[in-house]
C-alpha cells in the first residue's frame, strides 16, 4: 500500500460546480499535510496547509480527519482556471521531515 | 513567489553525454531536495541535502550524484545520460523548521 493515496481523476466538472476530493495516509503518526496545485508540465505550488480544525482560503476548504487517516480538498463555485493536478503531501513523521507525495487528483473543469 | 530557479528549463541530448541541471535558491534555505516526475505521475525523491557538505539519496534509486558545496546551490549531475533517464527534474527548498517545500520550474530532459 502506498503512504499517501489519491483517485488519479479526472475529474470533470461545469463551472461553478462543488468538487471534493480526498487523499489517504498510511502512517497514522503523520504530522503535517499539504495540498500543492500542478499545472501541466509545471512545479508544483502550494496552495494551502490542512490542520487539525480544518481551513478555508476562499473558494477552497481543507478538512483534516486523524480518525479514518484522510485530508480532503472541497473546491466550491469552480472557474475554468482551477483546472490542474491536485498534490495532496503529507509528513509521516520520518527523521528527515520529509513530504511523501500522492499522485494526484486532475481536475477538468468545463464551460 | 518563491526564489528557487532551475536551469535549462528544457534539455534534449544524446545518450552517453554528461550533464548537470543546475538549482539554485536566493532564501538561504538549508534544506533543498531533487524530484523526478514523470508526465501524470507522483513525484519520488531522488536527493536531499540538509546543509553544506551533505547530501543523501531519496526513496527512489536514480544513478544520479548531487553535490552542496554552497547553501544557495545544488545542482545534479549525469554522468552518462541514458534514454530512461527522460523524465522531469524538480528542484526544491525549504526553511528549517518548515515544512513548506518551494519548488524551482522544473527541467524537462529528454535523452534520445
Known amino acids: 500500500r502506498k503512504e499517501v493515496e489519491q483517485d488519479p481523476g479526472p475529474f470533470n466538472v461545469p463551472e461553478g460546480a462543488t468538487v471534493a476530493f480526498n487523499c489517504t495516509y498510511s502512517?497514522?503518526?503523520?504530522?503535517?499535510f499539504f495540498w500543492y496545485r500542478q499545472d501541466c508540465r509545471k512545479e508544483p505550488k502550494l496552495l494551502m496547509s490542512?490542520?487539525?480544525s480544518g481551513n478555508e482560503d476562499g473558494r477552497f476548504t481543507a478538512q483534516l480527519n486523524r480518525a479514518s487517516q484522510y485530508i480532503s480538498l472541497l473546491i466550491r463555485d469552480s472557474k475554468l482556471s482551477d483546472s490542474a493536478t491536485y498534490l495532496c503531501?503529507?509528513?509521516?513523521?520520518?527523521?528527515?521531515?520529509?513530504?511523501?507525495f500522492g499522485g494526484g487528483t486532475r481536475l477538468m473543469v468545463k464551460p | 513567489e518563491a526564489d528557487i530557479y532551475q536551469t535549462p528549463r528544457y534539455l534534449v541530448i544524446g545518450t552517453g553525454k554528461k550533464i548537470t541541471l543546475e538549482c539554485s535558491q536566493t532564501?538561504?534555505?538549508?534544506?533543498m531536495y531533487w524530484y523526478q516526475q514523470d508526465p501524470g505521475m507522483e513525484l519520488h525523491l531522488i536527493h536531499y541535502?540538509?546543509?553544506?557538505?551533505?547530501?543523501e539519496k531519496g526513496d527512489l534509486s536514480s544513478e544520479s550524484t548531487v553535490s552542496r558545496i554552497r547553501t544557495e546551490h545544488f545542482p545534479l549531475t549525469l554522468e552518462s545520460a541514458r534514454p530512461s533517464h527522460t523524465s522531469q527534474y524538480l528542484c526544491?527548498?525549504?526553511?528549517?523548521?518548515?515544512?513548506?517545500?518551494?519548488f524551482g520550474s522544473g527541467t524537462q530532459l529528454s535523452v534520445l
Open positions: 502512517n497514522s503518526a503523520s504530522q503535517s
Open positions: 503531501a503529507v509528513n509521516p513523521n520520518n527523521a528527515g521531515n520529509m513530504l511523501t
Open positions: 532564501m538561504g534555505h538549508d534544506k
Open positions: 541535502s540538509y546543509g553544506v557538505n551533505s547530501t
Open positions: 490542512v490542520y487539525s
Open positions: 526544491a527548498s525549504r526553511e528549517g523548521g518548515n515544512e513548506k517545500l518551494f
